[in-house]
């Protein structure tokens, strides 16, 4: 299959037109919308979701991920073979984390075809390689050293809300597991206890919890995390005493 992870957004023609091409391109090929609404422009927090949302999908599943603040620059376009997996896009800082968390890593880079649109490449550039990718897993590049990758600067655990959903329920670039049973965290001044699920905590009240996808999320019982807490992309968070969950 094909997975889409970008921040096309759910209106306009941009997820159509792109899958358009893969229709086209790789005929009778299922096509997964995971995320069509990440928080625009913003490559490390998309960093932060993709490694976690991907282990459920079988080996040689495509990813087609595209944030790419800098299309027609001279930023260049990758494809990464991580576990199994295959992933194309550009090269922002979009792998970074999923390079240090997997295993087996290897890495090509793209040429960009002639007289495609400066503004659209995950429609000219990166979906046809990802046709192809999922026609017959070869890749229409060179090799090059996965460290082009990293981005050192990144922490391994990034303290701040990268993606609200439908629900208000905000989530962040924190693994669940890094933090112990009975931590604590502070946002925005309140003081919020960890709780295994929703219904653990009286409708209305505030509580962290690991998502299904092992990463903290903020949330509300029956109620919107974003609007009782002040929530937004990008609002940061610290450890707090210790609670009892």
Known sequence: MIVLFTDFGLEGPYI??????????????????????????????????LPA??????????FLCVVDPGVGSARPGVVVQADGRWYVGPNEGLFAMLARQSERLACWQLEEPVGV?????????????AAKL?????????????SCLEQPDWPDELFRVVYIDRFGNAMTGVHASTLGQGV??????????RARTFSDVPPGE?????????????????????KV??????????MGSGLES
């Open 16 to 49: 159509g037109q792109v899958q358009a091409v893969l229709q086209q391109q790789a005929p009778g090929i299922p096509v997964i919308k995971l995320f069509s609404d990440l928080p625009p422009f913003d490559v490390q927090g998309a960093a932060c979701l």
């Open 53 to 62: 949302y991907v282990k459920e999908f079988p080996p040689a599943t495509v």
């Open 117 to 129: 649109s400066a503004s659209f490449h995950g429609r000219d550039v990166f979906a046809p390689v």
């Open 134 to 146: 999922a026609c017959a897993g070869r890749v229409p590049g060179e090799a090059v050293a996965a």
């Open 184 to 193: 604590g965290l502070t946002v925005n001044g309140q003081s919020l206890k």
């Open 206 to 226: 505030a509580f962290w919890y690991a998502n299904a996808n092992g990463l903290v999320e903020f949330a509300v019982n029956q109620g919107r995390a974003d």
């Open 229 to 238: 807490l002040g929530l937004q992309v990008g609002t940061t968070f610290e």
